[in-house]
């Protein structure tokens, strides 16, 4: 019988569903065989966390950590209102696009206004966590999985369109393209309940690439 997930994944937690997945997928063995064990990507849950995922929407880590650098030396302590009392030239000083400040600002206004509370998702699930987050505009699919992932630490969140994930499937099953974020999907279904520890296994297979063969865009969450 498929042992049920855990509302949190701890370490011990990762152990044993990375022995799951290895024994359904011999080529997830093989990835701690080569690699290791891949790390939690675990990050503290909350306002900063949420804001540092959306700024790594569509460049590199390194980019999306100096621009939050830059944002925390404006605004130390970090919190929905110190965001919104910073002008908008400075969150562009910062490194945030026009669309990414006003992004930011829709999420610090939510957490304002009470309609996203942060201390109230660890108590739903998967499903009304994705209906909070995507509530806020400028918070997609990819944006709420990582949250569950990283901060929530839910095993069975799945982060769709993910270029890393989908370059590791490519590498481990040899395929000859990249798939589409449906192809992967589709594919992951086989990793319920622990789609997200699958796709961190997927994590570990693509940083074990060269760097020159990455793909553009493609990267786990920090660490």
Known sequence: MTEAAPRGLTEAGLRRAVAELGRREPLFAGVVERHGMPPL?????GFATLLHIMLEQQVSLASARAAFD???????????ESLLGLADQQ?????????????ARAVASAVVDGSLDFAALPGLDDDGVDARLR???????????IYRLSALGRPDAWPTGDLAVAAGIADLWRLPAVPSAAEALG???A?????????RLLWQQYLARPPRVRVAGGRPPRR
């Open 41 to 45: 990507w675990d990050r503290p849950p």
């Open 70 to 80: 830059r944002l925390r030396a404006l605004a130390d302590p970090l919190t929905a």
């Open 91 to 103: 969150l562009r000083a910062a490194g945030f696009s026009r669309q990414k400040a006003r992004y």
């Open 135 to 145: 509530a806020v505009t400028g918070i997609g699919p990819w944006t709420a999985a």
């Open 187 to 189: 594919r992951a279904e």
């Open 191 to 199: 990793w319920r309940p622990w789609r997200a520890v699958a796709a």
